[in-house]
């Protein structure tokens, strides 16, 4: 598969090493995620209607207070869906990039924190 690159990717775009069934997980990794910030955005739209005559906008309301806080954790696990799916195709196909490893990391005294 590395050999043939994906449609509008250039050769050396490190997506090319993945294979069909990896990057069809990473699609649905962000798909997750677009559910993790729509479910957010859902629950807090809910509250701002069932609160009896609210003077603030509804951006006024999500830029501000709790709503703010749980869109900003809804963010935040969207990323981490997405980031963890990713890394772990990477490091499926060999990939997990420098400074990641336990062996880079005796060899050269640093980075391995985040394998």
């Keep these: 598969m590395a050999d043939i690159p994906l449609p509008g990717l250039v050769p050396t775009d490190p997506r090319n090493i993945l294979s069909e069934a990896a990057r069809r997980r990473i699609s649905d990794a962000h798909a997750d995620a677009d559910l993790i910030r729509t479910r957010a955005l859902a629950e807090i739209e809910a509250r701002y209607r069932s609160e009896p005559d609210s003077d603030e906008s509804f951006f006024e309301y999500l830029t501000t207070g709790q709503a703010a806080i749980e869109l900003a954790e809804a963010k935040v696990q969207a990323a981490r869906t997405v980031l963890s799916v990713v890394r772990d195709e990477f490091r499926a196909a060999g990939k997990s990039g ?16 985040f394998s």
Excluded: K, L, V
């Design 98 to 113: 420098p400074g990641t490893s336990p062996d880079h990391a005796r060899r050269t005294g640093i980075g391995g924190q």
